[in-house]
Structure formats: structure tokens, C-alpha cells
């Protein structure tokens, strides 16, 4: 979320939408799906992490109900980061924060949308254009390496 949030550029109010304060998990696909209701004519993007989609997987189905012209982009980093990060900055050992990497490409063609796996930055430009230019709700998996996140936070955070 920080990362996506923090370089995505806005041209009009509503450009971005997120949970704020909070920043409560499993908001991206149904803010989405909401916000692909309330402008049909537009292209949304959700982007979430992989524990963020588990918690709302369901929403894949009302996407594809809905026929919502949007593509979820799921940074899989196979963890849920920043609890893994508050761990190891208190010298804590890992503990129940990191999982086997989900497929979510097949998990998405099982609910009937289109899906595309990433694990360069080659590779996820191709795959968001195909996504964008397809039609229906779609799913990108990203294979993301977390081991820069700390540095990153450091770095928006302070
Ligand atoms: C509903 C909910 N439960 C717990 C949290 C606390 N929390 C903040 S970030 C995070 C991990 C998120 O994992 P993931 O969606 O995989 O994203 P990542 O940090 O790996 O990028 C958790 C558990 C939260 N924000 N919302």
C-alpha cells in the first residue's frame, strides 16, 4: 500500500482511493468493484498485497457477477510483510507471518477472469497492458521479492 500510494499520480479527485488511518486489509477489490459501479466507463486498478486479497478472495466472484472492468494487481510476497518487518526490527523470531506463495492466477481463472503471472518488471509491463486491454475483471500475480520493503519504509516513514 505505501508503496503503490506514495507514486501513484492523481489528475482529478477520486483518482485514488484507500483506506486511510486505518489502511485496513481487504479493501482494495471491493472499493474497486464499488468504485467500477459508480463510473463504469472507467479502467480501475486495485493494487493489494497477497494476505489483503486472502481476507476478501469471495470479491473475485462479485467482480466477475458484475462484469467490473477492473484488474487486481496482487504484490505476492508470499507474507504478510509489515508484521514480518515489525518482527525483525524488535529481534523477534518469524512467527506465523510467512506462507507457502499462493497461486492467484489460477485461484482468479477459477472464478472466470482472465489472469497473467509476473516475476520481472518485463514481465509485469506486459501483463498490465494485456490486463488493461482486455475486458471484464482480470488478475495480475506479482511475484515480489520483500527484502527491500524495510528500506522502503524506512525511506517513506522516516
Ligand atoms: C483487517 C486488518 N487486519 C490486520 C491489519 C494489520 N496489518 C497491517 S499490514 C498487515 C500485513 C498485510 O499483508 P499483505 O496484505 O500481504 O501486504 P504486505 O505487507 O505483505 O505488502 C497487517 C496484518 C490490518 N491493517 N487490517
Redesign the pocket.
Known amino acids: ?1 505505501f508503496s503503490a500510494t506514495a507514486f501513484w499520480e492523481c489528475e482529478a479527485p477520486r483518482d485514488l482511493l484507500i483506506s486511510n488511518g ?5 479493501f482494495a477489490l471491493p472499493a474497486a468493484i464499488g468504485a467500477a459501479l459508480a463510473a463504469p466507463e472507467r479502467k480501475i486498478i486495485a493494487f ?8 476478501c478472495l469471495g470479491e473475485l466472484m462479485t467482480a466477475k457477477q458484475q462484469a467490473s472492468p477492473l484488474v487486481v494487481v496482487v ?1 505476492n ?1 508470499a ?7 515489525k518482527q525483525q526490527a524488535r529481534d523477534l523470531p518469524s512467527e506465523g507471518v510467512r506462507w507457502a506463495r499462493p497461486d492467484f492466477a489460477r485461484v482468479a481463472e477459477g472464478f472466470g477472469l482472465r489472469a497473467w503471472r509476473a516475476r520481472t518488471e518485463d514481465e509485469y509491463r506486459a501483463a498490465i497492458a494485456s490486463a488493461l486491454a482486455s475486458s471484464g475483471p482480470s488478475l495480475v500475480d506479482v511475484h ?1 521479492d ?1 527484502s527491500g ?1 524495510p528500506a522502503q519504509i524506512r525511506a517513506l516513514r522516516g
Do not use: C, H, Q, W
Not at 486505518?22 to 481487504?26: S, V
Not at 493489494?48 to 481476507?55: E, I, R, S, V, Y
Open positions: 500500500m486505518l489502511a485496513t486489509m481487504g493489494t498485497g497477497d494476505g489483503g486479497l486472502a481476507m504484490f510476497d507474507s504478510i510483510s509489515l508484521i514480518d518487518i515480489v520483500p520493503y
